[in-house]
Every structure is written in structure tokens, then in C-alpha cells.
């Protein structure tokens, strides 16, 4: 089993809609939850931590974390084109590196 | 408040050359990690930095290696470089006390093996 895994996508929004990123991880003893955005030949760019289970709302942004079921989602309100992009989920124990899915593509259409 | 920055930006070596990226982490943090994101890979962990000390290392073989500095730049040395290699390598800073550990990355290095 891959330690952190999302879809690959592509998922596909019209512009206003929500989006919704989702993200399943291995390790129970995983403390920090990271989500990112990188856009194609450029460095990953952090939108949201969360390290509570519940909601976490910044902006446009809601993450969402459920330890017992090892499931952090992202939701993004009022899609826009700028937001097309690869979101990377990141996992964190103490001690160790982040560990990353390997993304999933959003493509918002205007 | 300058982030993380690297050097160079791009780097074109061929097989069995050594190459040499660098990173300055934001001023304050402590910690460096070092990630390399091939194509189709995504982003795998490769070295991490603390206090001058190599706290941790992915699975990657010995001759990916690297140093931290008194000013906790820090620099990946990649020896006797293989086409695999090719790949964007991948700075990142966090301030080391611990607990949540938000990492902050740089622009990135595209290594190029030919």
C-alpha cells in the first residue's frame, strides 16, 4: 500500500464550482498534513496545514482531516482558471520528512 | 522576508559527472530537505539537514550526498550522475523545533544528464 495516495485526475471544474481534493494515508501516527499547489515547471507552494481532526478554512480554502479514517481533503469554493494546477497532499510524522502523494490535476474551465 | 532560494537553475552535466546544487534557507530556519521530483515519480525525499547534522536520509543510494553549513545554507552533491538523475531537485526550510515542521521550498534546481 502506497503510504499517501490521491487520484491523479484530471479533475475537471467549470468555473464558481467547488472543488474537492482528497487524500488517504498508511501511517497512523502521522501528525502534520500539508497540502500543496504546484503549477507545471514550478516549485510546490503551500496552500494549508492541518493537524486537528475537523475543518480548517483560509480564504476559498477548506481542508478537512479525519485521523480515524487516515483521510485529509481539500475544498476549494469559487474555482478559478488560476487555479489549475497540481495539488500534492504531504504527511508528516515527528522526525521524518514529508512524504507526498504523487498529485492530483485540477483543471478549472472558464 | 527573502524564502528559500537555489542555485543554479539549471544544470546540464553528462553521465558520470558530478554535480553540486545549493540552498539558502530562509533566514531563522535551521532545517534544509532536499526532495528530487522526476517525471512521473513525484516528490521523493532525499537528505535532510539540521544543526549542521544529517538528520535523516530517503532511499537513495551513497552517492547522493550532502553537507549543511555554520550559516545553514546547504549544498547536494550528486556523484558519478546517471541519465536517471535528470530531474528537478527540490529545496526546502522549516524552522527545526519540532511539532507541525511546515517545510517552505525554493524554486528548484532542473538537472539535466545527458
Known amino acids: 500500500q502506497k503510504e499517501v495516495e490521491q487520484n491523479s485526475g484530471p479533475l475537471s471544474v467549470p468555473e464558481g464550482a467547488i472543488a474537492s481534493l482528497n487524500c488517504t494515508y498508511s501511517d497512523r501516527v502521522s501528525q502534520s498534513f500539508f497540502w500543496y499547489r504546484q503549477y507545471s515547471g514550478k516549485s510546490p507552494e503551500l496552500i494549508m496545514s492541518i493537524y486537528s481532526n475537523g475543518d480548517k478554512e483560509d480564504g476559498r480554502f477548506t481542508a478537512q482531516l479525519n485521523k480515524a479514517s487516515q483521510y485529509v481533503s481539500l475544498l476549494i469554493r469559487d474555482s478559478q482558471p488560476s487555479d489549475s494546477a497540481t495539488y500534492l497532499c504531504?504527511?508528516?510524522?515527528?522526525?521524518?520528512?514529508?512524504?507526498f502523494g504523487k498529485g492530483t490535476t485540477l483543471s478549472v474551465s472558464s | 522576508e527573502a524564502g528559500v532560494t537555489q542555485s543554479p537553475t539549471h544544470l546540464i552535466k553528462t553521465r558520470g559527472q558530478q554535480a553540486t546544487l545549493r540552498c539558502s534557507p530562509i533566514s531563522g530556519h535551521t532545517s534544509v530537505y532536499w526532495y528530487q521530483q522526476a517525471l512521473g515519480l513525484g516528490l521523493q525525499f532525499l537528505l535532510w539537514y539540521d544543526e549542521g547534522e544529517e538528520r535523516n536520509r530517503g532511499n537513495f543510494p551513497p552517492r547522493f550526498s550532502g553537507r549543511q553549513f555554520p550559516n545553514y545554507s546547504s549544498e547536494l552533491n550528486v556523484n558519478a550522475l546517471e541519465l536517471e538523475d535528470s530531474a528537478l531537485y527540490l529545496c526546502?526550510?522549516?524552522?527545526?523545533?519540532?511539532?507541525?515542521?511546515?517545510?517552505?521550498f525554493g524554486p528548484g534546481t532542473r538537472l539535466t544528464v545527458l
Open positions: 504531504a504527511v508528516k510524522r515527528a522526525g521524518t520528512a514529508l512524504i
Open positions: 526546502a526550510s522549516s524552522d527545526g523545533t519540532g511539532g507541525p515542521d511546515t517545510q517552505y
